[in-house]
T-cell receptor, first 112, second 115 residues
Framework: DAKTTQPTSMDCAEGRAANLPCNHS???????VYWYRQIHSQGPQYIIH???NNETNEMASLIITEDRKSSTLILPHATLRDTAVYYC?????????????FGEGTQLTVNP | GAGVSQSPRYKVAKRGQDVALRCDPI?????LFWYQQALGQGPEFLTY????????KSGLPSDRFFAERPEGSVSTLKIQRTQQEDSAVYLC?????????????FGAGSRLTVL
């Protein structure tokens, strides 16, 4: 799997957009970018994934650069409940039994 | 059920005791995963089942760790002769096969403390 690099921590004001970056410069052509988050004392939660087009769902937007070497997860209007560790993971999509490698992630703190 | 259910949520064991942690995946989910999460770290892969077959157990840290999923649904992670370094949260996740394979739904975890 391609390695990902994320900042250790970030802060965001409540109501503002949170932009979480991820570098994956060694990503292969068939690898997707997945984002998960883990709120304190809970299991990780899937957020969104994409291959090369920008994606949006009810939780977030995912912007992938044209060269696919980096991406940004956007929470458009962060709330206090979005405080969590956010993990960026690169993996082939159709492989059953994918052992997702979580890394250290980014601790996002949303401040009132 | 609607989600992945794990029990017990909290377990305290004395060093040397055996423990068993249970996972009820989402009905119909073919794939089941166990992860171990130490304090302040990301989850680390332990093992993977596709239906009842354990296809990957390369992440199990020692032969004291054993997992099973005999009927392709409920899974049990067993740790024999627990050691203090086994203290962690044990997370179970399930997913569909195919293109949904990497969209894992996690349970809340079982927190094991070994004294």
């Amino acid at each position: 799997d391609a390695k990902t690099t994320q900042p250790t921590s970030m802060d965001c004001a409540e109501g503002r957009a949170a932009n979480l970056p991820c570098n994956h410069s060694t990503i292969s052509g068939n690898e997707y970018v997945y984002w998960y988050r883990q709120i304190h004392s809970q299991g990780p939660q899937y957020i969104i994934h994409g291959l090369k087009n920008n994606e949006t769902n009810e939780m977030a937007s995912l912007i992938i650069t044209e060269d696919r070497k980096s991406s940004t997860l956007i929470l458009p209007h962060a709330t206090l409940r979005d405080t969590a560790v956010y993990y960026c993971i690169v993996r082939v999509a159709e492989t059953s039994g994918s052992r997702l490698t979580f890394g250290e992630g980014t601790q996002l703190t949303v401040n009132p | 059920g609607a989600g992945v259910s794990q029990s017990p949520r909290y377990k305290v064991a004395k060093r040397g005791q055996d423990v068993a942690l249970r996972c009820d995946p989402i009905s119909g989910h073919v794939s089941l995963f166990w992860y171990q999460q130490a304090l302040g770290q990301g989850p680390e892969f332990l093992t993977y089942f596709q239906n009842e077959a354990q296809l990957d157990k390369s992440g199990l840290p020692s032969d004291r760790f054993f997992a099973e999923r005999p009927e392709g649904s409920v899974s049990t992670l067993k740790i024999q002769r627990t050691q203090q370094e086994d203290s962690a949260v044990y997370l179970c996740a399930s997913s569909l096969a195919g293109v949904g394979a990497n969209v894992l739904t996690f349970g809340a975890g079982s927190r094991l403390t070994v004294l």
